[in-house]
Nanobody
Framework: VQLQASGGGLVQTGGSLKLSCTAS????????MGWFRQAPGKEREYVAA????????NYAKSMNGRFTISRDVARNTMYLQMNDLKIEDTAVYYC???????????????????WGQGTLVTVSS
């Protein structure tokens, strides 16, 4: 499966952005998808994930309820609504897809089989 992330851009602190990630190559039938981010000089960080069939979300605690993950099965697309953005949210955001059958460890990059190219989110003061 190929993933295409979009929606990044420049926003001021306190603003909002909505990222999208579309899977191509037929209807997505994996376990789920997730968002990770990587700021300059830092390791890739888990943001959120969603079970594809049930739509059950999971969030990194550090997101503090500001982000909402969702998916549209018919459109093969996952979303990340980001509100009250802070300067520390500046990063390249990556989407990823997992086809794990058992014990999907959503916060581990190693659990994902396909990655999108990333979309840059820059939050300025």
């Amino acid at each position: 499966v190929q993933l295409q992330a979009s929606g990044g851009g420049l926003v001021q602190t306190g603003g909002s952005l909505k990222l999208s990630c579309t899977a191509s190559g037929g209807a997505f039938n994996g376990r789920g998808m997730g968002w990770f981010r990587q700021a300059p000089g830092k390791e890739r960080e888990y943001v959120a994930a969603i079970n594809w069939s049930a739509g059950v979300p999971n969030y990194a605690k550090s997101m503090n309820g500001r982000f909402t993950i969702s998916r549209d099965v018919a459109r093969n697309t996952m979303y990340l609504q980001m509100n009250d953005l802070k300067i520390e949210d500046t990063a390249v955001y990556y989407c990823a897809a997992s086809f794990r059958q058992l014990n999907w460890v959503v916060y581990s990059p190693a659990e994902y089989d396909s990655w999108g190219q990333g979309t840059l989110v820059t939050v300025s003061s």
